[in-house]
DNA sequence: TATGAATGAGAGTTCATTCAT
DNA sequence: TATGAATGAACTCTCATTCAT
């Protein structure tokens, strides 16, 4: 009846319906997710979404960017307290619990709907920024060899790190058992400072 | 009477198919990528298709199977041919010269079709079968340390290979710049005996 | 506000629906009857069939259902108040009055689709049981010679009226000028008692 | 080789596809036909088809007048060579003997496609013509009292028969278990020159 | 805000037909 | 004559979206 009950039930409404997206998502993919399968999951019917969500392109860049604020907002100052050398298991932890591991699939249909839609390039401008970013974070700072290796180098660190993580979320999703043990050992590799590559 | 026999022409027919859909199914996705958009880049109708594909499935199907088995006749013999020392390489530049890269994005397909298909299922399995067989051959031969690593050790490295791998396919399509040595870095750091898994 | 409720409009558009429906499959058949040309007739968008029932089979059915249903409730009743004698015309007079004359057409369409729908096979199990029992229920009540004839031999008598009103209604739909008089010739011939078979 | 070898090799393939057509349209209808299960059945390839049909149309026609030609050739000649008083029972056990029972079938085809061909509207008017020709001239001849009714009348009757035997081939294409003597039945109560209609 | 009937573009698929072999 | 690859129109059905309630 009040002005806050009505913006509380507004806010109630749009979280479960990304919370529903994100399952449905997870399981039958952007394109392969009807507006009709999100909305009876959450309990809604379809005008439900309409009323909150512009179109089904809104849907996948709010999901998105709930995704990354939740790791921005609470991981990563947990971890950036903790000395480097703790910090990879924290992080590795937290990726190999999240629970379905869809990023890689959003940001997959983020980049397909990239050209068509500003939006959707800044948000997936922002999604790289912030992961990059993070991730330079973790590394980077004093104490770790890394931070003193030559800029470009330290990118290709970075890169590697996300690639291995990106990856390690996608295999999840395909089924295959990937612990944070797992994570580690993608992780700690990169990050040895001395080691060479082959070539 | 004719230059190419029937069978020839409709295995030529084929073949243009299956690279127009690689084409399509990189820009769009597998549920994006309509019938009509892949023969017509391949140069026929709709027809066309139905003519040597029963459906949409049997095309995901053939195509990864078209991948494997590119990569089992082609690249592992040479890889397996050289020194350990020089495998990484060969296979990091193999697969980062892979145009487009849509491995993990048929994979994710797969998996989602995996229970309504016996044919999609044991697609699948082979495809995770083959990686994962030739990832460990390249890997676990004599002369390499790994080799005397305990079983389940191993399979830990073969996944987080496998994974940054993935992750790195993935970041290229996503239009990230992932060149050979981010690859060896993966595989490197992951690939050093003595890498001490931080936890 | 409105002037019909939800419900009701939703009831409007089934019958209309419908109606279409029994126009274009007597012109058509059920094969050659577009989902877009019954709809248009209808004055609606393809997608108002869509929303009013599951597939194309659920309309056959429930089309059956509705041309049976007129008849039990409609015109049973009141020819079974009439005296024996004045039964077979009341029925004959209303059977050739019906247009167009489809029941033999669907009933035709609803065996074809039988073994592949229970659905179909409960309604077509429904047709003939309720057909089979209105006429015995015509005939055999006290008064007609025909009560009094072993059980075998009245099943003969039903299926033998069922057929010449069934052909009657082929023929009407060939075009072939069938009335009432003719179709009590056909009835009245089977009715009578005394009629020796040749055999 | 021979010239003659080469139009009996014809005549072969047509009457095996006529046939196989015969057993397709009964099971799926003409529209549910397709021109492949038909050659499939017939143990030829499409092409075989359309090297011996000009179309779809024609085989129905084509098909249509093997049926009326088997009659017209085969039984009318021997039922009319018999007493009054048996033809019935000749003819009711031919049509009840006939499989499977298409005519009707064939007939509501050839009358949908009637406006848009030429040669379906001939084929449809000779059917016609000949069911009732051959009805009348079963029936008509001397010795039965319905030689003497008049013309109009006589024709009612002939109409009322074809119904009877219509209907009952419906019934029974229907799964409706319909022996010659019911088609008996049927006929001679409606052959009865005494017969009154209640009317 | 939420409902759900209706819209209509677009998808996968079938199939009569053509034509080079 | 018979084959079968290819064509393309037409169909059933899905689903994002609109809008009156």
């Not at 940001?107 to 922002?126: F, K, N």
């Not at 912030?130 to 030559?150: K, T």
């Amino acid at each position: 009846m009040t002005r806050r009950s009505r913006a509380q039930q507004r806010e109630l409404t749009c979280q479960r319906i990304l919370d529903a997206a994100t399952e449905v998502f997870a399981e039958h993919g952007y394109a392969g997710a009807s507006i009709d399968a999100i909305t009876a999951r959450a309990g809604y019917s379809r005008g439900a979404f309409y009323s909150n969500f512009t179109d089904k392109t809104e849907l996948l860049i709010r999901l998105t960017q709930r995704r990354i604020d939740t790791f921005a907002e609470q991981e990563l100052p947990d971890a950036l307290s903790l000395p480097p050398e703790e910090r990879v298991q924290l992080v590795a932890r937290w990726l190999s619990a999240q629970e379905p591991p869809i990023e890689s699939l959003l940001a997959v249909e983020l980049a397909r709907l990239r050209d068509d839609d500003p939006d959707v390039a800044a948000t997936l401008d922002r999604v790289f920024e912030a992961i990059f970013d993070s991730v330079d974070r973790l590394v980077g700072i004093q104490g770790s060899g890394l931070a003193e290796l030559p800029r470009a180098e330290r990118r290709e660190r970075v890169v590697a790190i996300v690639a291995g993580v990106t990856g390690a979320n996608l295999l999840r999703q395909l089924g295959v058992a990937v612990d944070a043990r797992t994570l580690e050992l993608v992780l700690t590799g990169v990050l040895d400072p001395d080691g060479e590559v082959v070539a």
